[in-house]
């Protein structure tokens, strides 16, 4: 590979990788002021660490966020998400009642608003580590195609 | 009637475009562009439903203004009706259609939402398969796939009658 | 519908530019064989769709159409094209009518099918006074987040979304299985293409 090929593509993607990993936050935590959340967080997430392996090549990628930890933050998000639901349920309320979390008296809204920053970060994670995992199980392979006959 | 076409030009519209992408994936033999034409016609589902959501003079679903206020104003009423001892329904109810602004439906925005991000994970899931069919076909051309499937059914019929012409004949030996 | 006139207009004038613009994609997408330029016209198409949703008041939709389809689905097809093949057969004969007389069939029934549907943006409509409504004018005082999808989406149907969440886990769940996990396949294809460029650099100096 030629790296004088792509010195420029190097440069503005270090400096813009952050950048969208930022911005992945900010739409997940201003998700509930304006559009946005834990779905398109994700999204935005994975993207970024995309953009990384497509540039610096995939094998730096997964040194960098290996595949083992993608994985396990498929299901830690998942298992967040449905565990704030057991968490309502001990306290006494319906599954996924955030009203209960918190055991407020009624019309209080802490608990709900705790309960949506919980189940939407464990969206972020679901969603990210499942599209990762997704993008390293194909670029894994290497084509049968040669680089030539394109 | 001219009213009649301009308040459905939009359905007819997206029908049209929901049209040609099923036609691609009926159409198509190759297997990666009939997932791009089911893609179209998700898209354009999505598209209707979104229309279909939406309400003249409103805007997006995002409280703004004096809803904000009237908002938290409400809260604190809700607060002391319950501690007043009253349901706390009622309250919620006597709260309830009193927004200034008018906003469009926000139940098909999420449902719509949530099935952008489900259908981008099963048509990850369509595109393995097509990458394991390549391996083990050679091909993506679906009726190609086909042909060999039916040349190799043939091979083996073929080889079981031969098989069992051979075992009846030993026998009548 | 009291005609289109100052902002009608202006909105009725983008909403026939950006269908337009759909339409010749959609189009030029059934008529390609390459499919790399299939893949990057149906982002093309994605990020007009998202734009169109902006217009019909959706952002969040909008979001994240722009987000997935335009960003990662078009990484994805890609990714599969490379491992696949870059070209696709054009379709000819009866395998070119007859999907256009169904196709064409199914569309004639689905517009008679939209007289019965309520006229576009009907407030009144049946899809749009009954529980939709209902979460807007409660949202304020029951959660108080001003974001009335973030409020539908995580609390009032919280339990749809955690179904969401499991479907994308166990798609991804689906993904490794088929294709292996990440670096064990990694591993393995860099050897064997190793082991492949070394058999061509060793043909190579037997030409030589």
New interface residues.
């Given amino acids: 590979m030629n790296s004088d090929h792509h010195v420029i593509l190097r440069v503005v993607s270090k400096a813009l990788i952050p950048v969208i990993a930022l911005f992945g936050f900010y739409v997940q935590f201003h998700g509930d002021f304006g559009p946005g959340g834990g779905f398109q967080a994700g999204v935005i997430m994975a993207v970024a660490i995309i953009l990384y392996s497509l540039i610096f090549g995939i094998a730096a990628a997964m040194r960098a966020i290996t595949p083992g930890f993608v994985r396990g933050l498929a299901a830690l998000g998942f298992l967040l998400f449905a565990g704030v639901g057991v968490w309502a349920l001990i306290q006494g309320g319906d599954y996924l009642d955030y009203d209960a979390l918190l055991g407020e008296e009624p019309g209080g809204h802490h608990g709900q608003h705790l309960g949506i920053m919980l189940v939407e970060l464990g969206v972020l994670f679901a969603v990210s580590g499942s599209l990762v995992s997704i993008f390293y199980a194909f670029a894994g392979r290497v084509s049968e195609i040669r680089d030539e006959d394109w | 009637m001219l009213e009649f076409i301009l308040e459905r030009g939009n359905y007819w519209a997206i029908i049209g475009l929901m049209m040609i992408g099923l036609y691609i994936a009926f159409a198509a033999t190759n297997l990666i562009k009939r997932l791009v034409g089911l893609g179209l016609f998700q898209t354009s589902i999505i598209l209707f439903y979104i229309s279909l959501s939406r309400i003249d003079g409103g805007t997006a679903p995002i409280l703004y203004g004096a809803d904000l206020e009237s908002g938290h104003g409400d809260s604190e009423g809700v607060e002391a009706v319950a501690e007043a001892g009253h349901g706390v329904a009622d309250a919620a109810h006597s709260g309830a259609g009193e927004l200034v602004n008018i906003y469009s439906n926000p139940l098909p925005h999420v449902l719509m939402l949530t099935a952008i991000v489900v259908g981008v994970a099963t048509l990850a899931v369509g595109l393995a398969i097509v990458v394991r069919i390549r391996e083990a076909y050679g091909t993506v051309e679906s009726d190609e796939v086909q042909e060999m499937d039916l040349s190799v059914a043939l091979a083996e019929a073929v080889d079981e009658v031969g098989e069992t012409q051979a075992a009846s004949g030993a026998g009548a030996i | 519908?009291t005609g289109?006139e100052g902002m009608d207009l202006a909105v009725a004038m983008l909403?026939i530019t950006l269908?337009a613009i759909?339409?010749i994609t959609?189009?030029a997408?059934?008529r390609l064989r390459s499919?790399f330029a299939?893949?990057m016209l149906?982002g093309l198409?994605?990020l007009v769709?998202a734009t169109?949703?902006v217009a019909?008041?959706?952002?969040?939709?909008?979001?994240?159409?722009a987000?997935?389809?335009a960003?990662?689905?078009t990484?994805?097809?890609l990714?599969?094209?490379?491992?696949?093949?870059?070209s696709?057969?054009i379709?000819q004969g009866a395998?070119?009518i007859i999907?256009?007389l169904?196709?064409?069939a199914?569309?004639a029934v689905?517009?008679y099918a939209?007289?019965d549907?309520?006229?576009?943006?009907?407030?009144m409509?049946a899809?749009?006074t009954g529980?939709?409504?209902?979460?807007?004018?409660?949202?304020?005082?029951?959660?108080?987040?001003?974001?009335?999808?973030?409020?539908?989406?995580?609390?009032y149907?919280?339990?749809?979304?955690?179904g969401?969440?499991?479907?994308?886990?166990t798609?991804?769940l689906?993904?490794?299985l088929?294709?292996?996990?990440?670096?064990?396949?990694?591993s393995s294809?860099?050897r064997?293409?190793r082991r492949s460029s070394a058999d061509q650099s060793r043909q190579g100096g037997d030409d030589e």
């Fill in positions: 519908m289109f909403n269908l759909l339409f959609a189009i997408i059934a499919l299939i893949v149906s198409y994605s769709s169109w949703f019909l008041d959706a952002v969040d939709v909008a979001f994240t159409e987000s997935v389809g960003g990662f689905s990484a994805l097809y990714g599969a094209m490379v491992l696949t093949s870059r696709a057969k379709e395998s070119k999907p256009l169904v196709v064409i199914t569309g689905l517009i939209t007289i549907l309520p006229s576009f943006g009907d407030a409509s899809a749009n529980v939709g409504i209902d979460y807007v004018s409660r949202t304020p005082s029951e959660i108080a987040v001003p974001n009335i999808v973030t409020a539908v989406l995580a609390s149907r919280g339990f749809d979304t955690l969401e969440t499991g479907v994308v886990f798609a991804g689906a993904v490794v088929l294709l292996g996990f990440g670096e064990r396949s990694l294809s860099l064997r293409g």
